[in-house]
């Protein structure tokens, strides 16, 4: 790709960064990195009474977490800034401006009741609904008048009636839209601030923006965006429309589905790495369908719009958690052990004294079974607990006849056990089996229920020897003891 590339975010902080806004900037991150172009981050913050620093703050904190760095934008600067658009209010004014003085766009005093009133006229006529225009043609006098009554207004732009405007879309292929469908839509509000789609184009253009590539959501958007290159002498960038994504049920994604913050899978353990190779599959697929890249750099160095869908991409949980498991599985001990101890901290399961080897071993037996990094807590609270509690089916395992017998045979071989290992743990078990004639889950099973409390875990060799012979002796007591 000879041109330039140069691509952008552009989100609102009006709320947190959901799935479809981090999507979206994947892709758009992902296609400046594979044509070693620029990506630039941009906070449309026009909305003023939604907008917050504080949802300002949370995007960039978690864009950074999962890895998608700007080159220009927010805390980072650049040649084209600044990069919130209320501190670009005079830039835009002055387009405005010069699309009024040369008759591209009129001031319109109509108040809302007044519009609202006209939409509900329209709409019990079955007519078009949209402005009727009454304002484009007013003279100098009428003018003056509204001006001395101290009418509010906007500024609206004057779109062909006739026609059709084309969006060549790079994804979608070519899209028409009726001018006389589009209205004379407002460009600057009432407050002298622009609306989304003037700001944007002003904004793409100052900056250079090669390709906008975004939801389809704003595919609606770009036929106005369109008249407003062509009244304001720009060029036009690319535009290419992300299919929406939907969840399992192929309806709207809901927050069942997973359309829930940014900031939610990562409290819950989501790695960033698992998070891009998934997110980068929502619409995008390799010729070959890979599911799992070894790094982002392959995901980068395969990325092209060409493989982008038409059809809505479908958000599954699941997936993602077994995605999210197979990269914990890959994790260094030390990582493991990073990640894992602010969860189990938080659950006061340590004392702050652990043996550092000792609660790496612990994490790296429990590290294939967890989904996410959180699961540690629930999968693995019996090694640090005092006192555990019984589940009902560890129970109904411990009810079982015979149960309580075996237990205690097995308590006395290893209450003289040394070392305490594993491969003793197992050994003593397996002759406990072949003297008594029985099955090895006899004796297995409400082992394990006397030591987690639960039917399923780790080895249970492995987990006796992390949880050494006085703790072991101690449950196992407990479970012969335990009445009914």
């Known amino acids: 790709m000879a041109e330039k590339i140069r691509v952008r975010f552009a ?66 600067g650049g040649r084209f800034g600044p990069y919130f658009q209320m501190n670009r209010l005079d830039t835009y004014r002055g387009y405005a401006d010069k699309l009024v003085q040369e008759d591209k766009a009129y001031f319109c005093y109509c108040s809302p009741d007044e519009l609202a009133e006209r939409r509900k006229e329209a709409l019990k006529k079955e007519a078009q ?35 059709a405007t084309r969006v060549n879309d790079l994804i979608r292929g070519e899209v028409e839209f009726e001018n006389a469908l589009l209205d004379d839509f407002v460009i600057m509000k009432s407050s002298r601030t622009p609306t989304f789609n003037f700001a944007n184009v002003v904004d793409d253009h100052l900056m250079e923006i090669s390709h906008v590539i975004r939801g389809d959501e704003h595919l609606s958007n770009t036929p106005r965006q369109i008249l407003l290159y062509e009244a304001l002498g720009f060029s036009l960038p690319s535009f290419g429309h992300l299919s929406m994504i939907l969840g399992t049920d192929r309806s709207k994604l809901s927050k069942r589905d997973g359309a829930i913050s940014l900031g939610w899978y990562r409290e819950e353990g989501y790695l960033p790495q698992a998070l891009v190779n998934y997110l980068a599959l929502l619409g995008w697929a390799t010729s070959d369908s890979q599911e799992l890249f070894s790094s982002v750099d392959e995901i980068i160095s395969k990325f092209s719009l060409k493989g982008i869908s038409k059809t809505a991409a479908i958000f599954d949980l699941k997936k993602l958690d077994w995605m999210n498991g197979e990269y914990i599985k890959g994790l260094q001990p030390d990582e493991i052990t990073k990640l894992a101890r602010p969860y189990l901290e938080k659950a006061n399961l340590l004392r702050g004294d652990e043996d550092e080897e000792w609660l790496k071993k612990i994490l790296v037996l429990e590290q ?23 589940d ?21 071989r290893l209450k003289d056990l040394e070392p305490f290992t594993v491969e003793r743990a197992e050994e003593v078990a397996r002759r406990i089996i072949a003297e008594e004639k029985i099955k090895g889950g006899d004796l297995i099973h409400p082992t394990r229920a006397a030591l987690t409390g639960r039917t399923v875990g780790p080895g249970l060799f492995e987990l006796m020897a992390l949880l050494g012979k006085e703790k072991t002796l101690k449950r196992l007591d407990k479970a012969i003891k335990r009445k009914g």
């Open 392 to 412: 009902e089916k560890a129970v109904k395992v411990l009810q079982k006849e015979g149960a309580s017998a075996l237990l205690q045979i097995y308590r006395d």
């Open 368 to 390: 294939g079974r967890i989904r996410t990094v959180s699961q540690i807590v629930e999968y693995g609270d019996f090694f640090f607990l005092p006192e555990i509690k019984y």
């Open 129 to 163: 609904v949209g402005y009727d225009g009454r304002c484009r043609e007013l003279s100098s006098h009428q003018k003056e008048n509204l001006e001395r009554s101290g009418r509010e207004k906007v500024m609206r732009l004057k779109t062909p009636g006739e026609g």
């Open 11 to 76: 989100p609102s902080p009006t709320g947190f960064l959901h799935i479809g806004g981090v999507r979206t900037a994947l892709f758009n991150w992902l296609f400046a990195r594979h044509h070693g172009g620029q990506f630039i981050l941009r906070i449309e913050d026009t909305d003023e009474s939604r907008s917050t620093k504080i949802a300002a703050d949370n995007i960039l904190k978690n864009l950074r977490w999962l890895g998608l760095d700007w080159d220009e934008g927010p805390e980072k």
